[in-house]
């Protein structure tokens, strides 16, 4: 689908604007989480382009460059690990 907005744009010159996260967040460039149904996607504006990953891919993309078995998915070993990590502390809520 973004393909499709970012031909249109260019075909009749305007920019893709993603205005909900710009309103919601006053960001000027927010990256976006799109879930609708059985898809979840990051979506961000930058170097003149949108750039997207489905989160599914982003996670074995991930576990990958952390050289983590497929076994029995990318996705569960890349949690499982996180879990066990330095990186998992939440901060506290005010």
């Not at 799109?34 to 989160?55: L, P, S």
Request: hydrophobic residues 35%; charged residues 20%.
């Amino acid at each position: 689908m973004l393909q499709v907005v970012r031909i249109l744009s260019q075909l009749w010159k305007k920019p893709i604007v993603i205005e909900m996260g710009r309103i919601v967040t006053g960001a000027d460039d927010p990256v976006v989480l799109y879930v609708n149904g059985g898809i979840t996607q990051v979506t961000a504006y930058g170097d003149g382009e949108t750039i997207d990953i489905a989160v599914g891919n982003c996670l074995d993309r991930f576990a990958r460059v952390l050289t983590l078995s497929n076994d029995p998915n990318p996705g569960y070993n890349t949690e499982q690990s996180l879990s066990r990590s330095y990186y998992t502390t939440r901060p506290t809520q005010p």
